[in-house]
């Protein structure tokens, strides 16, 4: 008979919620946790054991997952009092899905292994409704052997997984994609200025680009609303200067100049010194447009 | 009874063939013209009349289309002996579909109003295939109610076709979005080089985009080919650093500022002056990872 | 006995005034002329003689120095009725010291010497002060042999003088140096702005540079009027951004990347863009400051 | 009568040593330290004391100077055993004219107030010549009742002295000021290249800068050994590298964008990148020439 290893989730957040959801409905026996309890309480009702701490998850698991919003509270599940390390012992897994940087996957990666456990970095891209679908794309990292062994479980959330090399190549692979990201943003920001400006259309040019070589999900999701001057934030302006700038960091450690990304950062500094940096990223265009 | 207008079509190149050939297959009485006439052939075997001047299809058709290689063959055909000005009288039409920059554009539609007539630029988006299928896009401009009269012939080869205003429109929409598209490559030549120092797999960096908000028709296509070295020219880089040039002086003249354009410039520069201008314009993908 | 040769001067503006002024002082027999006439009286009043047209200059003098605005009036002198080339006979002389594009520069030089006429370019570097007091900077271009020849009378105009090659060199250089120029001003604006946004106080940053590497008259300058917001036009914003543009171009058909002067082009551009094109060119200040 | 303050001087590298010879010849009873204690012989021959430790010189003297070559060893002659810190008692005074970063001067500025010491930080500007010449220019900032203390011994140092505010304005007023000189730096390397490869002399174009309102010190040393390519360093490119990005960081949290900054960053991060780290700064000129 075929027995599912009991899974821990830690931080039942809207994406957290929808991921152990799908392991429940899966068949997983799972244990959540959250900093305040009541989050909980959708996964109880759906069969989820409630731990008090997340040394007792990991304790109680034979694989804890963990989803956190920053590195300050992915560090503090892992070093707290209770925390996820007071709970490692040889051979035991921790896989953490958050989105942080490279230098806290490090720090995380090299005190669960010190502590003989096994570490896996998973951060996702896509967002509640993919997570809820199952349609997320997992960017793991860290132990190979282990992404193997968790792979069913990656499996019931997303539809893609990768695997990328040491730990922190995962938030890596985020900085290097979203830097792509911000200089397409700025990009279709500036043809939109010149060309309204030269009498095209701002709509027009959207719909030549939707039938072209660089559409793109972004173009076709963004840009309308982008002409609407509809900037409510899905990805904060101020975080993708940071990821341009950091990708631009990374840039000068590895001997690689990026012009465009450098460019971009700039522009990306321009709109938030001009107030814009809690509205979503193409609100770049507001300052593209206006100079 | 329903009868189809006579349709002159005047330059027999790849494009011009295919797209005469679906004219004829839809039941246009076709006449064709190209400056060597063996490429008539062809057309001629599927029932096309073959004419010996531009002014002679001008003269014997209700309307007529013309696809030329560049400004200098689209003023020829126009300007030459026995050319479409001759035969140009009050009421004669003309679609320009030649890929040409909007001074000529706007010259050829002086001229043919001028003389009586009534003029349509339009450009098309997508190469051979989509030609030979019916599924180019068409970014017209000029004279608006003759662009309704020829809506009939334009079902036959394009999938959609856009109305963008003063002849010349065309021409700036097609440079407004070549110059996102250059600005769209080098981010990507950026990323990968800088994931690629950073310890990321080329190939993984391509396939999370893939799967995220950035994919793109050209992201696809370009980035396997960029990672091999393979630099076969589809879209020559000279042409593409041209486009993102002639963008910024567009800029310049508007009063946009525009420095990722700016910056992209230069790194299309830099790699044409380093011999890659007759590559195609991802070459300039060399150029960015090794300063 | 040294006799010296007749000078013709065309143009009475500000610095016509002062050169004629300081040729008539050394012992040169001057002639003047100017388009209105009364401009010419000061000379008359020193002892020139003056004539109705640049044709009657050129056939009664030795050699004819011109300095006038704009290519315009430097073409209207040489090719309008009664103008310079109707006056042209083998062997005659015709220097230009106007600061023209170097197309408007090749144009009279062709002109000129296809008549059998002698040419020779030479913008000056330097203002009224500079003029009256024979302290300009001259950069002569065309025929050597004629730039000999006239070093005497360019000796009593400048400081210095040199000789830059063909034609159309004199006009390369300023713009290079312009060029140079307009990045230097933003550059001491980015450091003006991050330095008093950091705390710092803008006198205290302009004296520091005072003392060190990068001092120079134009810092020492502009400086103290760009804290003070003093932006009177002294050299035109709008006429900085054209030689930036002018050199990136430049850049373009020679093959030479210039990503900053790409990027201040587009300083310089959001600057005008706000307004400011007619201000002095250290008026990008305020456009940097304030994003 | 007047009697002259006791002076410590840590430090006795090429800088420490020219500056300690000229605070004994104006008659001041100095005391030295150095790690490696044979360097302080010269000054032992002109009459200075010698110390053993930091410690001994700062409770021995009624005021302390020091020079190290960067932030660790600046941070080691401060927190070492028998360093500054065991020696601070009230009152005591110290002025560290090391040229390190803000956070290093914050810190030990920290530190030595904690301790109920004075703190002056005064980073200078001038090389080995002004500093036997008495012609630096110092940079000081902190407590500036101090700064007043200590001006009779500024004053035999250098020629100009500022006082900038809080400890660490120094620091930061050499990045700003530093940061403009890497932007001249690469608009001369631009101008060269794009002059030279047009035409144009490099010599040329070198002597009418010198003639007009961009003339600076660092254009007329640095130019003529760039054009013979003489690279041996004196500031190095990787320092003036990290200046120009760590300003580029400044102006993230200040809100300035700097587009001109970071364009000069990539076009020295490509020099470091093509093995240019070591030389001098203006070999960067070799990359802008040859993209």
């Known amino acids: 008979m075929d027995t599912k290893p009991s899974v821990g989730y830690l931080g039942m957040g809207i994406m957290g919620t929808a991921m152990a959801g799908r392991l429940i409905d899966a068949g997983f026996p799972v244990t959540v946790w959250n900093r305040s309890k009541d989050k909980c309480e959708p996964m109880r009702a759906k069969g ?10 990991v304790e109680t698991c034979d694989v804890t997952f963990a989803c ?11 070093f707290g009092q209770n925390g996820v390390l007071a709970g490692i012992t040889a051979g035991k897994r921790y896989v953490d ?9 490090q720090e995380i990666a090299a005190a669960i ?23 997320l794309v997992i960017l793991s990292a ?15 959330l997303g539809k893609r997984t990768f695997f990328l090399g040491e730990a922190g190549a995962g938030a890596r692979m985020k900085l290097v994609v979203n830097m792509v990201m911000g200089i397409n943003m700025v990009a279709l920001c500036e043809g939109l200025a010149v060309g309204q400006k030269a009498g095209l259309a701002g709509n027009d040019i959207l719909e030549v680009i939707k039938e072209g070589a660089i559409a793109s999900p972004m ?22 200067q940071k990821d341009v700038r950091l990708a631009v960091d990374l840039g000068d450690k590895v001997g690689q100049p990026m012009p465009l990304a450098a460019a971009a950062n700039e522009s ?9 940096g809690d509205d979503d990223f193409s609100a770049v265009y507001a300052t593209v447009k206006q100079p």
Chains 1, 2, 3, 4 share one sequence.
Do not use: I, W
């Not at 899905?97 to 996957?105: G, I, P, R, W, Y």
């Not at 292994?113 to 891209?125: D, I, K, M, N, Y």
């Not at 860290?142 to 019931?156: H, S, T």
């Open 142 to 156: 860290g132990e190979e052997a282990l992404q193997k062994e968790v792979q069913p479980m990656f499996d019931v």
């Open 219 to 240: 173009y076709g999701l963004k840009g309308p609303k982008m002409l609407e001057g509809d900037f409510a934030p899905n990805f904060p302006l101020k975080h993708q």
């Open 113 to 135: 292994t010190a502590s003989g456990g096994r570490f896996l970095e998973a951060p996702v891209s896509g967002s509640k409704g993919p997570a809820l679908n199952g349609q």
């Open 68 to 78: 956190t919003s920053d590195p300050t509270s992915a560090r503090a599940v892992v």
């Open 48 to 57: 989820a054991k409630v731990a008090d701490t997340p040394q007792e998850v």
């Open 97 to 105: 899905l958050s989105t942080v940087d490279e230098e806290c996957v």
């Open 268 to 276: 990306f500094k321009a709109a938030r010194a001009s107030g814009k």
